[in-house]
């Protein structure tokens, strides 16, 4: 991919308005000039159909053209776990502005490939994050209500910008919490753990 110079801000998520990337790109933006080699890199189809916004449009108002990559991928076909296994250690940081989340598959497979974590202070954070010590909450400015009178939260873009130069400069505690982050998925969000509980409760249900 050519990003070995880089320091590579990852995101994989779809490109739908639950994940509020327009958010990412702001953070992005305001922490540009304080990491010249950084640059964001998006799993996410830019052209996707559930787009709330106009990513080359926003791109280009911020000043972040040449400094924002996209995997390729397509809303309708998506990567194998080889080639995602490959997308997630370009990865220095992964970042998710969401809104929140029911779980977040995406970010136990960053942790699994040992990268650090900064997402919404929203949701299951806590659970993922801040409880494993692998990574770190980004402030939010407010709540608003979303489909079927879910709660969603606005992330703060300043203060990811804040958290994503913190760990720019933090080598060791980069390290520390891709260790913890690996190390939690392998001892209980591994599927040969997972399906101990999903069969002892399907076997109650029947």
Not at 66 to 87: A, H, L, Q
Request: a neutral charge.
């Amino acid at each position: 991919w050519g990003l070995q110079d880089k320091f590579v801000i990852g995101v994989v998520a779809r490109n739908q308005g639950r994940k509020m990337l327009d958010r990412t790109f702001q953070a992005f933006a305001k922490v540009k000039d304080r990491i010249p080699n950084a640059v964001l890199f998006l799993h996410c189809d830019k052209y996707d159909p559930a787009s709330y916004f106009n990513p080359d449009c926003l791109v280009q108002e911020l000043g972040i053209e040449n400094r924002v990559i996209w995997s390729g991928t397509k809303y309708f076909r998506g990567f194998d776990y080889r080639k995602m296994n490959e997308i997630y250690n370009l990865f220095d940081v992964f970042f998710l502005g969401t809104s929140g989340e029911g779980f977040g598959i995406p970010t136990i497979e960053a942790m699994s490939a040992e990268i650090p974590i900064l997402a919404t202070d929203y949701t299951t954070t806590w659970e993922l994050i801040e409880r494993t010590n692998s990574g770190e909450s980004i402030k939010k400015t407010g709540e608003i209500l979303g489909s079927w009178n879910v709660g969603r939260a606005i992330v703060d873009p300043v203060d990811g910008a804040e958290k994503v130069y913190k760990l720019y400069k933090d080598e060791s505690l980069r390290r520390e919490y891709g260790k913890n982050g690996r190390l939690a998925v392998l001892k209980e969000y591994d599927w040969n753990y997972v399906s101990k509980f999903w069969d002892k409760l399907l076997r109650k249900m029947l």
